[in-house]
């Protein structure tokens, strides 16, 4: 097993930095958690809130960040209660669709969270 030589390629899924070839969509599917665990999001978003005012406090993230990953935090749950945010086997689980996003809509903030 060697590495990907791209480092973004391997913080694509949890599984894919493991592994020098992608990983077949029967093995996405059956370690995928996302199509159940999608019911956890609110408490996960919570989660995250928590984590990133935590972060802010401590001057870990800067109190710009803080509000960077509460707005794009807020603008997520509002696409999930309507219906409207995609979810990707690919990227595993609830966890790691959200972040995907966050990191979409804030850049580097959302990448600082966790």
């Not at 480092?7 to 599917?29: D, H, I, K, M, T």
């Not at 219906?83 to 995907?100: A, P, Q, T």
């Amino acid at each position: 097993m060697s590495k990907p030589e791209n480092p973004e390629a391997a913080n694509a899924s949890a599984w894919s930095g493991r592994f020098s070839e992608p990983v077949a969509e029967l093995v996405q599917r059956y370690t995928a958690s996302v199509q159940f665990d999608q019911r956890m999001a609110e408490q996960d978003i919570r989660g995250s809130l928590a984590h990133a005012k935590m972060l802010a406090r401590v001057g870990v993230i800067s109190q710009q960040d803080l509000i960077d990953i509460q707005r794009g935090m807020g603008a997520i749950l509002d696409e999930i209660r309507g219906g409207s945010f995609e979810w990707r086997v690919d990227l595993e689980d609830v966890h790691m669709n959200i972040e995907r996003r966050l990191t979409e809509q804030t850049g580097d903030a959302g990448t600082r969270l966790h």
